[in-house]
């Protein structure tokens, strides 16, 4: 199995409602960080949360990190629309490298 | 400012042609990555450079994909005798250390026939 595992792998959600993704990893970290992908293109940073932070917040975005259980969540409040895309968590740990290791991604849809 | 540019944007080749792909990374970052992605699928690591050090190559499937970086700078990355499973999205992305963010270019798309 990979470093970084997202689950679901696919979300559908009516719009205003909230979206969770969850990422599980293996090793000790870093940081780990989320990412959005549009239509298969270029992947967008989104927020990035220390291995000794518990809980960061950017807008609609909340990230949490249990380093004890080796997880991470992203949560999306009153989605929108304009958030249907793939969501990817990355992890940057010493024992690869210290280079950015990706998840499979989440596929959210959010229906208006 | 300007971001990461790739080109070309869009690459259709015939098997076993080579390819270069090329990657223009923010001015004055020092890390600069390359990943694979198939349809539908997350991102492959292929190839890491970070300042004048080795470049990480753990990633790369195979002898026939080599990447350079020149001056720090513009990194190319060449897939020598084309096979129709390479055909994917080649993204290349720069890192800011400082903000340990990767800013990604809009990738290239290639189709090996």
């Known amino acids: 199995s990979q470093q970084g595992e997202e689950d679901p792998q696919a979300l559908s959600i009516q719009e205003g409602e909230n979206a969770t993704m969850n990422c599980s990893y293996k090793t000790s970290i870093n940081n780990l960080q989320w990412y959005r992908q549009n239509s298969g293109r270029g992947l967008v940073h989104l927020i990035l949360i220390r291995s000794n932070e518990r809980e960061k917040h950017s807008g609609r975005l909340r990230v949490t990190l249990d380093t004890s259980k080796k997880s991470s969540s992203l949560l999306i409040t009153a989605s929108r629309a304009a958030d249907t895309a793939s969501y990817f968590c990355?992890?940057?740990?010493?024992?690869?490298?210290?280079?950015?290791?990706f998840g499979a991604g989440t596929i959210l849809r959010v229906k208006s | 400012g300007a971001g990461v540019s790739q080109s070309p944007s869009n690459k259709v080749t015939e098997k076993g042609k080579d390819v270069e792909l090329r990657c223009d990374p923010i001015s004055g970052h020092t890390a600069l990555y390359w990943y694979r992605q198939s349809l539908g699928q997350g991102l492959e690591f292929l190839i890491y450079?970070?300042?004048?050090?080795?470049?990480?190559k753990s990633g790369l499937p195979s002898d026939r994909f080599s990447a350079e970086r020149t001056g720090g700078s513009v990194s190319t990355l060449t897939i020598q005798r084309t096979q129709q499973e390479d055909s994917a999205v080649y993204l290349c992305a720069s890192e800011d250390r400082a903000r340990e963010t990767q800013y990604f270019g809009p990738g290239t798309r290639l189709l090996v026939l």
């Open positions: 450079f970070q300042g004048n050090s080795a470049p990480d």
């Open positions: 990355a992890t940057e740990a010493m024992e690869y490298g210290n280079k950015l290791v």
